[in-house]
């Protein structure tokens, strides 16, 4: 395995991580069976440690695209 490839798992598992801690944001199937959650689009801001974790899985999530898109050029730079 090469260095970025430690990397790339690296954001990866953080990305795991930060969605794991993100709270719903709905009541889920049974909401939507009992016909509960009717307020879909009513305007919620994140505030807090909520925001902060949106805001870093958003974050995370940009760098593991363009580490993808490094990392293949990268390869596909080397087999030629």
């Keep these: 395995m090469k260095p970025y490839d430690f990397i790339m798992l690296g954001v990866a598992i953080v990305i795991i991580i930060l969605c794991l801690l993100q709270g719903g944001k709905s009541e889920g199937a049974s909401g ?4 509960g959650g009717l ?3 009513v305007k919620t801001k994140e505030r807090g440690a909520e925001k ?3 805001v870093l899985t958003l974050i995370c999530a940009i760098l ?3 580490l993808a898109l490094i990392i ?3 390869n ?3 087999a030629k």
Excluded: D, L, R, Y
């Design 32 to 35: 939507a069976i009992t016909g």
């Design 39 to 41: 307020n879909v689009f």
């Design 52 to 54: 902060v974790v949106s």
């Design 64 to 66: 593991f695209f363009f």
């Design 72 to 74: 293949e050029i990268i």
């Design 76 to 78: 596909a730079g080397g």
